[in-house]
Structures are given as structure tokens and as C-alpha cells.
């Protein structure tokens, strides 16, 4: 009896003990799939949460795997400063766009090719949080920008505007017309 009292003491204490370690790991958010329109710049944000202040020791790691799922590319650091990519397809074409203040550690990818559409991963750590989360974000680089659904939503938005412009606008002239009928009417009425 008394090594089952035990056992079960230790079981919950484990079970704190792992809750306490999900609780102090770094969390990294990032969107799903960005779209961009080949040629042009796209930031890629990446924001985090941890449990402690931002340390001295804090680094960010940016790598890619294209979309053919060969080997992954080192594509940005931080460590108390950035460092850019010395080779690869990233050399020149990627620069800091965070603010560690506000736990922000977005890239900024500059003339975007066919060539980088794959996955992206965000990683942080931030001591003693280090392990959490690791960010992905998809990047599609298409050669023009297709009719979504937010197009969709713009123009159907914009043009009941232009429809409730119109209503107000027929209602109002329909009502100086008869005002002005009425006033006629009464005026001759009052000549008789």
C-alpha cells in the first residue's frame, strides 16, 4: 500500500513538473501561407511569447526548405544583432524587419523568384526558455496576383456602397420634387 502512495506521488509530481515545462517553452507564431507576386518584396513576420523577459541570450533562426524538399538552408540569424546569410540563394536578398521589444523577429525577403517557393521556419529561444514552438510559414511566389476571395469581398462591398449612394440620393431628390409639388400646389391655392 504504502509503494503505491508513492508511486502515485510521484506521477503527479511529474505530471506538474512537465505542466511547469510547457508552461516556461517559448511559443512562435507566424501566418500559414503567404502569397506574394514574383519580383516584389515580402515581409514574413514572425512574433513570439515567453514566460521570462527578453534575455541578452536571445537568437532567432530563420531556415528554408524548398518545396522539392531538399536540404534546408540557414537563411537568418539574431543573436543580439542580425547576421545575414555569407551564401545561398538568401545572400543579399534578406534583411532584419523585427523589433525585439515588441517580440517581433520578421525577415524581409527582397525580388522574390520561383526559386523560393517552400516552407520557412521561425525557431526562438529566449534563456531559460528553450525549447517551444517553431513557426512555419509557406511561401507561394506566383507570377501574377490571382481573383481571391478578398477581391471578391472589395468589390462586392464597394459596389453596394455605390448602390446605397444611389438609393439615398434617388430618395432625396424624390422628396424635394414632391416638396416643391406641394408648395406649388399650395401657393396656387393660395392666389385663388
Request: with cysteine; proline share 4%.
Amino acid at each position: 500500500m504504502r509503494g503505491r502512495t508513492w508511486l502515485g506521488a510521484a506521477l503527479v509530481l511529474g505530471a506538474q513538473l512537465r505542466a511547469l515545462w510547457l508552461a516556461a517553452a517559448v511559443e512562435v507564431h507566424t501566418a500559414k501561407e503567404v502569397v506574394a507576386v514574383n519580383g516584389t518584396n515580402q515581409r514574413l513576420k514572425c512574433t513570439f511569447s515567453s514566460s521570462n523577459p527578453v534575455s541578452q541570450q536571445l537568437s532567432v533562426s530563420w531556415n528554408f526548405q524548398p518545396e522539392d524538399l531538399s536540404s534546408h538552408e540557414l537563411v537568418f540569424y539574431y543573436q543580439k544583432e542580425p547576421y545575414k546569410p555569407p551564401s545561398g540563394r538568401f545572400k543579399g536578398r534578406v534583411t532584419w524587419d523585427g523589433n525585439i521589444e515588441r517580440n517581433d523577429v520578421s525577415i524581409m525577403i527582397w525580388n522574390l523568384q520561383p526559386s523560393d517557393n517552400g516552407t520557412f521556419t521561425c525557431q526562438v529561444t529566449n534563456w531559460p526558455d528553450v525549447y517551444g514552438t517553431i513557426g512555419e510559414v509557406r511561401l507561394r511566389v506566383v507570377h501574377k496576383v490571382s481573383f481571391s476571395e478578398i477581391h471578391f469581398l472589395v468589390v462586392a462591398i464597394g459596389s453596394a456602397s455605390v448602390l446605397m449612394i444611389i438609393v439615398v440620393t434617388a430618395v432625396i431628390i424624390c422628396r424635394q420634387r414632391r416638396r416643391r409639388a406641394r408648395d406649388k400646389r399650395l401657393e396656387v391655392a393660395d392666389t385663388e
